[in-house]
């Protein structure tokens, strides 16, 4: 099955700085990347996505990136606030016609120092 | 649209004890997806239903069950609890097949 490896595991970067989060996947048949976040005792919110045929993505100040010759794909956070604080997770998964299961990074802990 | 809960939030069950989760998707959702979160082996999956049908199943025992109903709402039960069993289950909705949206989760603790 998919396996996802997630670096790092934590990672603390000061106010106004970037933030960079990489994962690899193990199946070269999968073709979804979401990103979720997650804070303390909440439920993880998709944050951004991307498919097989993209290669980057953005929406403000977040983007995704994927390369798939290489089975991984990044995080990117620009301009990093406090309120960016959370665990992040990355999931990879082949969707098909029969539905979607995800499998997940461990989570990194992105702590955002003012 | 509201989106999707899940009843109870806390339940404190003892070994051997069975519990039964609830789950309703936001309203539209036709696909439900359950997962375990543990500090030790993180979020993985459990199942997936669409349209009352077991769509995928992850690796759990058979312990672990769930099912769902005309209205999608979906339930997953376990049986024989096990200290291990404790965790964070988290349900899913989807109108599609890509995103999924979590709910709250229900913290089941097994003493």
């Known amino acids: 099955g998919e396996n996802v490896e997630q670096h790092p595991s934590t990672l603390s970067v000061q106010e106004g700085d970037s933030a960079v989060i990489k994962c690899t996947y193990s199946?070269?048949?999968?073709?979804?990347f979401p990103w979720y976040k997650q804070e303390l005792g909440k439920r993880p919110q998709l944050i951004i996505d991307?498919?097989?045929?993209?290669g980057e993505k953005k929406d403000q100040r977040i983007a995704v990136t994927l390369n798939k010759t290489a089975k991984h794909f990044s995080l990117h956070i620009t301009e990093t606030q406090p309120e960016d604080s959370a665990v992040y997770f990355c999931?990879?998964?082949?969707?098909?016609?029969?539905?979607?299961?995800?499998?997940f990074g461990t989570g990194t802990q992105l702590k955002v120092e003012l | 649209k509201a989106g999707v809960t899940q009843t109870p939030r806390y339940l404190i069950k003892t070994r051997g004890q069975q519990v039964t989760l609830s789950c309703s998707p936001i309203?539209?959702?036709?696909?439900v997806s359950w997962y375990q979160q543990t500090p030790g082996q993180g979020l993985q999956f459990l199942f997936e239903?669409?349209?009352?049908?077991?769509?995928n199943k992850g690796n759990f025992p058979g312990r672990f069950s769930g099912r769902q109903f005309s209205n999608s709402r979906s339930e997953m039960n376990v049986s024989t609890l096990e200290l291990g069993d404790s965790a964070l289950y988290l349900c899913?909705?989807?109108?599609?097949?890509?995103?999924?949206?979590f709910g709250p989760g229900t913290r089941l603790t097994v003493l």
């Open positions: 899913a909705s989807s109108d599609r097949v890509y995103e999924q949206f």
């Open positions: 199946d070269s048949a999968s073709n979804y």
């Open positions: 991307i498919r097989s045929n993209v």
């Open positions: 999931a990879a998964s082949r969707v098909t016609g029969g539905g979607n299961k995800l499998t």
């Open positions: 309203s539209g959702h036709r696909s």
């Open positions: 239903y669409f349209s009352e049908t077991q769509r």
